[in-house]
């Protein structure tokens, strides 16, 4: 595994290598995250295992066998980096808690069972309770870690997922998984979102940001090339975004501004804005209402900013005669390069 320096690095600055193989053998890493901190690092494997990695000390800090197939996404609960989620090929999601773990034989405080199929992604909502899971039985499942499922309802998964005999990468969608509407004995989701196609490849859901929508909408790729948005309450969709021509892997919607990022298999990144012409013409309502005041509330905070920035550069110029902003944006010939300043001369 590397570690890429974010800017990219200078003179031929190289990756970081992170020894992450504890106890030796070769695997294949499925899934990582870092920590709220920064501290450390989270991976899933293909032979089944979680493993945890400390950047500060540059070695391993716990590795664990936590599913009976791959380990296709994981995820820190919280920003304490105490509580782990897992979802794997078993179609389980498992909830850790690491000051309790035995790392020699590691067991659940809690196990999530109830689709049909492996699951391809998961998602935290950041309030420790609530997570969602993607998988390849065609929805999405909204999750309470505070209502686990018991023994019966993990033999009932373990059961409809050994029964599959169909390649997601390859093969069309089965009948009977777009055809099933009922639960699984011992279901304990809370909520069971359909009208996406996961097929190919390892397909990504989110919650949709706080800061801008409240974390109304579940959103997701789709493997017919669109962009699918749920309304959380209902489990309606809400809105069908369309421009790509391939499988969507990926989606994320900007923490703050009216914006979506989109990655797809036509080898094409496409940016979704409120003013997008595909965006706008195909988005309800409530989905314009969404993205329109996320950007307006981005802009409000830029604004916010630059007033504040404007008032710094007067408040030097009053106390200093005029010389204290000649150290913002100064240019190679000494003259100030800073438009708000030239504004402010005017």
């Given at each position: 595994?590397?570690?890429?320096?974010?800017?990219?690095?200078k003179?031929?600055?190289?990756?970081g290598?992170?020894?992450?193989?504890?106890?030796?053998?070769?695997?294949?890493?499925?899934s990582?995250?870092?920590?709220?901190d920064?501290?450390?690092?989270?991976?899933?494997?293909n032979?089944?295992?979680?493993?945890v990695?400390?950047l500060?000390?540059?070695?391993?800090?716990l590795?664990?066998?936590?599913?009976?197939?791959?380990?296709n996404?994981?995820?820190?609960?919280?920003?304490?980096?105490?509580?782990?989620?897992?979802?794997?090929?078993?179609?389980?999601?498992?909830?850790?808690?690491?000051?309790?773990?035995?790392?020699?034989?590691a067991?659940?405080?809690?196990?999530?069972?109830?689709?049909?199929?492996?699951?391809?992604?998961?998602?935290?909502?950041?309030?420790?309770?609530?997570?969602?899971?993607?998988?390849?039985?065609?929805?999405?499942?909204?999750?309470d870690?505070?209502?686990?499922?018991?023994?019966?309802?993990?033999?009932?998964?373990?059961?409809?997922?050994?029964?599959?005999?169909w390649?997601?990468?390859?093969?069309?969608?089965?009948?009977?998984?777009?055809q099933?509407k009922?639960?699984?004995?011992?279901?304990?989701?809370?909520?069971?979102?359909r009208?996406?196609?996961v097929?190919?490849?390892?397909?990504?859901?989110?919650?949709?940001?706080?800061?801008?929508?409240?974390?109304?909408?579940?959103?997701?790729?789709?493997?017919?090339?669109?962009i699918?948005?749920?309304?959380?309450?209902?489990?309606?969709?809400?809105?069908?975004?369309?421009?790509?021509?391939?499988?969507?892997?990926?989606?994320?919607?900007?923490?703050?501004?009216g914006?979506l990022?989109?990655?797809?298999?036509?080898?094409?990144?496409?940016?979704?804005?409120?003013?997008?012409?595909?965006?706008?013409?195909?988005?309800?309502?409530s989905?314009?209402?969404?993205?329109?005041?996320?950007?307006?509330?981005?802009?409000?905070?830029?604004e916010?900013?630059?007033?504040?920035?404007?008032?710094?550069?007067?408040?030097?110029?009053?106390?200093?005669?005029?010389?204290?902003?000649?150290?913002?944006?100064?240019?190679?010939?000494?003259n100030?390069?800073?438009?708000e300043?030239?504004?402010?001369?005017?």
């Amino acid at each position: 595994m590397r570690l890429f320096p974010s800017t990219g690095g200078k003179n031929g600055t190289r990756a970081g290598h992170l020894q992450v193989c504890l106890g030796g053998g070769r695997f294949c890493v499925f899934s990582l995250t870092f920590s709220q901190d920064s501290s450390e690092i989270l991976g899933g494997t293909n032979d089944g295992c979680l493993f945890v990695y400390d950047l500060d000390n540059k070695k391993g800090a716990l590795k664990i066998k936590g599913h009976g197939d791959d380990v296709n996404s994981v995820c820190f609960a919280d920003e304490s980096s105490n509580i782990l989620y897992s979802g794997g090929d078993d179609g389980l999601c498992k909830v850790w808690d690491r000051r309790t773990l035995n790392e020699s034989s590691a067991k659940p405080v809690g196990v999530l069972a109830g689709h049909r199929d492996g699951i391809t992604f998961i998602d935290p909502k950041g309030d420790s309770r609530h997570l969602i899971s993607n998988s390849k039985d065609q929805t999405i499942k909204l999750w309470d870690v505070r209502m686990f499922s018991n023994k019966t309802a993990q033999r009932n998964t373990f059961r409809a997922v050994c029964e599959q005999n169909w390649d997601y990468r390859r093969d069309s969608v089965p009948k009977h998984l777009t055809q099933t509407k009922s639960l699984l004995e011992g279901d304990t989701s809370v909520m069971t979102y359909r009208g996406h196609t996961v097929l190919q490849t390892l397909i990504r859901c989110r919650f949709s940001p706080a800061f801008s929508t409240g974390q109304r909408y579940i959103y997701t790729g789709c493997a017919a090339g669109r962009i699918v948005l749920y309304d959380i309450l209902t489990g309606k969709i809400e809105s069908t975004l369309n421009g790509h021509r391939a499988c969507v892997r990926d989606v994320s919607w900007h923490p703050y501004r009216g914006e979506l990022v989109s990655c797809s298999w036509d080898h094409s990144v496409l940016k979704w804005t409120q003013s997008s012409h595909v965006a706008d013409d195909l988005a309800t309502p409530s989905t314009r209402d969404a993205l329109s005041r996320s950007r307006s509330l981005a802009e409000r905070k830029e604004e916010s900013l630059v007033l504040r920035r404007s008032a710094r550069i007067a408040a030097q110029r009053n106390g200093a005669g005029g010389e204290g902003s000649r150290d913002i944006g100064v240019g190679a010939g000494g003259n100030s390069s800073n438009p708000e300043e030239e504004e402010e001369r005017g």
